[in-house]
């Protein structure tokens, strides 16, 4: 299922005169629109291949149908995100949930839908069929050495398949930890778990980076041997300079100062990556924006300070993704409102005043700090977001085209009503 250059510009046709309306009051207010314009085109942020079916809970599972049944239907079902949105030109592969049959045949179809591969993803959380070992009492902390050599041998050969398609990083996160006090001597799971990452380390490729995720809890509800942002940036601070800290929305304890913890870790040029959801309880993996837009714009906002200050480049140095579950929408529409919450909290974020917000935190004007941000979160800035789509030569209206083209529903002929993706 393909949508054409050409059907996206017919429904732009019919929005293009309100949406310029909308456009010229918001850009006659902003004297550097064309710089914020520039900024949300290269703006690209990628979808997950576990993420396009239907999720669920362990009380159970609704199938929205139509889901791909294979890596090459998940990259057609990204490839038409991107020409949607045209900020979804990547991919992120779970091993061995997508392990491709041909490198060659995947990377041509992902260059033919305008995609690149993202961090490759290593999965030492479940078992598989006909595995040797059981990681039910953890991987690279397992107290057996052939348990860790296991997980180690499985991490490097998700970075084999990542060169094969041009990847240049991986994601571990790790599920290691313990249910019970007393389970687990945390010191001896820690050094493990160091020595286990080491030797992932030695064999990443020099141009690579391992970003090693942090959660609070779940699937271990006693201890995680990588809990938190502390933890994890010891990992990364030990393993050396290819190692970074990833930050995953939903994978901190309530109410945690997400956007303090990602000025820090830029400061120490550590951070490495972002995983993108929302939540109201814990790692609920819900649709980016849809729980706490202001907290995601105080993350954007933090993200920019701190990569200006060190002269990053917004849309290439940090690695940006999508990790959220869709147990009742559909799984493209729910992708779709995650990447439109994402860039309207950039872009939100690029209309601060940096200037005047530096020199009242220097004379603590508190009140003046807090008008500053307010002011940029509660400008409407869906035209701007659309007008960047426009010109990368997107939909306006990206939901619009999808409902009207009942994508869904072709799908579901295509497919089949009762398909289930690997994945969450
Ligand atoms: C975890 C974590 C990882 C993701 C898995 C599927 O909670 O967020 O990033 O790979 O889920
Ligand atoms: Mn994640
Ligand atoms: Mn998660």
């Known amino acids: 299922m393909q949508v054409s250059k050409e059907q996206v510009q017919e429904y732009n046709q019919h929005l293009l005169k309100e949406h310029q309306r909308k456009f010229e009051f918001i850009s006659s207010g902003l004297i550097n629109v064309e710089d914020i314009l520039k900024k949300l085109v290269k703006f690209q942020v990628a979808i997950p291949s576990w993420a396009l079916g239907s999720g669920g809970t362990r009380f159970g599972r609704f199938s929205i149908g139509g889901e791909p049944r294979n890596l090459e239907e998940k990259i057609e079902d990204i ?89 240049s990083s991986l994601t571990v996160w790790l599920s290691d930890g313990s249910n019970f006090p007393g389970q687990l001597n945390f010191r ?119 990569m200006d200050a060190r002269g990053m480049d917004h849309a290439a140095d940090l690695a940006w993704m999508i990790d959220a579950s869709h147990n009742i929408k559909d799984p493209l529409e729910d992708l779709l409102q995650s990447v439109e919450a994402i860039m309207i909290a950039y872009a939100q974020a690029l209309l601060i005043d940096r200037k005047k917000l530096s020199e009242v935190q220097n004379s603590n004007d508190v009140v003046a700090a807090q008008e500053i941000l307010q002011t940029a979160f509660r400008t409407d800035v869906r035209s701007l977001v659309a007008e960047a789509r426009l010109r990368n030569k997107g939909a306006i209206d990206p939901l619009f085209v999808y409902r009207n083209e009942k994508i869904r529903e072709h799908l579901i002929k295509e497919r089949g009503a009762k398909t289930v993706a690997t994945g969450l």
């Open 79 to 167: 490839g038409l995100l991107h020409a949607l949105n045209r900020s979804s030109g990547a991919i992120s592969l779970h091993i061995p949930w997508d392990i491709p049959s041909s490198a060659s045949n995947i990377k041509t179809l992902a260059a033919q839908n305008d995609l690149r591969f993202d961090a490759m993803n290593s999965n030492t959380f479940q078992d598989q069929p006909g595995q040797e070992l059981s990681y039910k009492f953890g991987s690279m902390q397992h107290v057996d050495k052939a348990v860790r050599q296991q997980a180690i041998d499985h991490n490097v050969e998700v970075i084999k398949y990542g060169i094969e398609l041009g990847s």
């Open 188 to 306: 001896k799971a820690f050094q493990n778990t160091l020595e286990s990452l080491k030797e992932v380390y030695a064999a990443l490729p020099n141009d690579w980076k391992i970003f090693v995720e942090y959660k609070a809890f779940e699937p271990n509800f006693y201890s995680m041997t990588v809990g938190d942002w502390g933890q994890s940036l010891l990992y990364a601070t030990k393993l050396g300079d290819k190692a970074f800290t990833l930050v995953d929305l939903g994978h901190h304890l309530p109410n945690a100062n997400i956007e303090q913890i990602v000025s820090l870790l830029l400061m120490e040029k550590k951070l490495g990556g972002f995983h993108f959801n929302d939540s109201k309880y814990g790692d609920d993996d819900l649709t980016v924006g849809s729980i706490r837009p202001y907290q995601l714009f105080l993350i954007f906002n933090e993200l920019i300070e701190g």
